[in-house]
């Protein structure tokens, strides 16, 4: 009998883009990845304040309502399974990535769930990829993000590309969580590659 995949653990917190956090979760559920979603309190306030989206039962109607491969934690237990390492996962995203949160990974610093499952992840040289969205970026961000970057992270800031001629904001949203399925190493495909 063989072991089910290993969960995607994917954290939201409060830096803007609350569309690409809602845009990657649904891909996420609708292709049965198993995923482990945390939410940190300003995480909860982006939901609410870009997107509407004021608790999980909100948010689960906005990502296609099929939730069977995805399992909530509470960020405030710092001793759920997220948090140990002896607990298989393939890897995490942050997304959107706040600068307090990069920081607290940068530093090793873990006071919630979301930062001692980054630092698990870290230390377990599982894929970790930051989405930060802040601009511009003070020298103590710059710092930081080098910090997380030398760590093992993945820096992928939400910098959407424009060759393929977007024509709605979706679009935009698709280009980077394309980007975050493929350094996930998730055979989701949601946008043409490049062509050159």
């Not at 891909?27 to 995923?35: C, F, M, W």
């Not at 706040?98 to 698990?120: F, N, Y």
């Not at 930051?130 to 511009?136: D, I, K, Y």
Request: positive net charge; charged residues 20%; aromatic residues 6%.
């Amino acid at each position: 009998m063989s072991n089910p995949p290993a969960p995607v653990v994917f954290a939201i917190t409060g830096a803007s883009g609350a569309p690409y956090a809602v845009r990657l979760l649904e891909i996420l559920a609708n292709d049965h990845v198993p995923t482990w979603l945390l939410v940190s309190t300003h995480g909860w306030r982006l939901l609410a304040e870009e997107c509407g989206i004021k608790d999980e039962a909100a948010l689960k109607k906005a990502t296609g309502g099929d939730w069977q491969s995805v399992r909530t934690f509470n960020d405030a237990d710092r001793g759920a399974e997220p948090a140990s390492g002896s607990v298989q996962t393939r890897g995490m995203v942050v997304c959107p990535c706040s600068m307090g949160t990069m920081a607290a990974i940068a530093q090793g610093t873990s006071r919630s769930l979301i930062e001692r499952a980054a630092d698990v992840t870290l230390k377990e040289r599982r894929k970790l990829v930051l989405v930060p969205r802040e601009t511009p970026l003070s020298l103590v961000h710059l710092r930081n993000m080098t910090l997380a970057a030398e760590a093992g992270a993945t820096i992928l800031p939400a910098a959407p590309g424009f060759y393929q001629r977007p024509k709605e904001i979706g679009q935009l949203v698709d280009f980077i969580v394309q980007r975050i399925v493929d350094h996930l190493g998730l055979e989701i495909r949601i946008i043409k590659p490049w062509q050159g």
